[in-house]
């Protein structure tokens, strides 16, 4: 299939690899290729530049948001929550509509310092706002609930533990979730919340996750739900 991965941050770079791994055709969009590749510095996270992991995975391509999201069959929101209206917006509405619209994206507002807060919440949510913008797209929220290497490697915390994902579209979240089960997920460990509207619980448990980060000093950890068997 191929898929645009808007975003060319640590999640970005962690879905569009392991998608090429799993044999999809991939494109980054990002706004402005040229500046892009002209990075030099290490991202917030330390990763190198931008351009190195592009050299590293040849087959992924590069390009604006238009292009990227035109010719994807499948789109994904990899970008800064503040920014992503903008991003999906230069990507072209026309360009998504119909489309499997994965959004990972949190609404973190850094302009009062650590740890970040929500520049939307409780009542709304970035996903609703993304679904409200582009009525076209079917907007799946997703892996937002975790570190981006875990996003793509289950494996990397022990035992098994789950993953979310919400939206108003069936056969969109029947889609994601067997991209989610390619990732490793096992299947009663992908969690469907309902519709969009449950992206506001999934977003603002990121103010928990931030917590347990700074308590636990790594980000390789995750929720696993427990759950009484039913009474007979
Ligand atoms: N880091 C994690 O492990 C993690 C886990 C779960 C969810 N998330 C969420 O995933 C998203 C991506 O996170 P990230 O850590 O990869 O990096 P990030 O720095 O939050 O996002 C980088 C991307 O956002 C775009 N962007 C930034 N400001 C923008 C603006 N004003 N308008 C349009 N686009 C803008 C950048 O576009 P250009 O390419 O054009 O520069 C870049 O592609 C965020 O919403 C984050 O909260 C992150």
Not at 23 to 48: C, F, I, K, Q
Not at 166 to 187: H, I, Q, S
Request: hydrophobic share 40%; charged share 20%; glycine share 12%.
């Amino acid at each position: 299939m191929r898929i645009a991965v808007m975003g060319t941050g640590p999640v970005g770079q962690a879905l569009a690899g392991k998608l090429a791994e799993l044999s999809h055709e991939v494109t980054v969009g990002t706004r402005d290729p040229e500046e892009t590749l002209a990075r030099t510095e290490p991202d917030y996270m330390g990763n190198p530049p931008f351009k190195a992991w592009l050299e590293a995975h040849p087959g992924v391509g590069l390009g604006r948001p238009a292009m990227a999201a035109a010719d994807g069959e499948l789109i994904v929101n990899a970008t800064n929550g503040a920014g992503s209206i903008a991003m999906l917006e230069a990507a072209g509405e026309e360009n998504l509509a119909g489309k499997v619209l994965v959004d990972v994206a949190n609404p973190l507002d850094y302009s009062q310092g650590m740890p970040p807060s929500l520049f939307v919440s409780n009542t709304d949510s970035l996903g609703e706002q993304i679904q409200r913008a582009f009525p076209e797209a079917k907007v799946v929220k997703a892996l937002n609930t975790m570190n981006c290497e875990v996003m793509v490697d289950p494996a990397k915390v022990p035992g098994e533990h789950d993953v979310f994902l919400c939206g108003e579209d069936t056969d969109a979240k029947r889609e994601v979730a067997e991209l989610l089960r390619r990732f490793g997920w096992p299947d009663g460990r992908i969690r469907d919340l309902g519709g969009i509207s449950s992206a506001r619980g999934l977003e603002m448990y990121v103010a928990f996750w931030l917590r347990l980060w700074g308590t636990l000093g790594t980000g390789y950890f995750n929720i696993a739900v427990v759950q009484a068997p039913p009474s007979s």
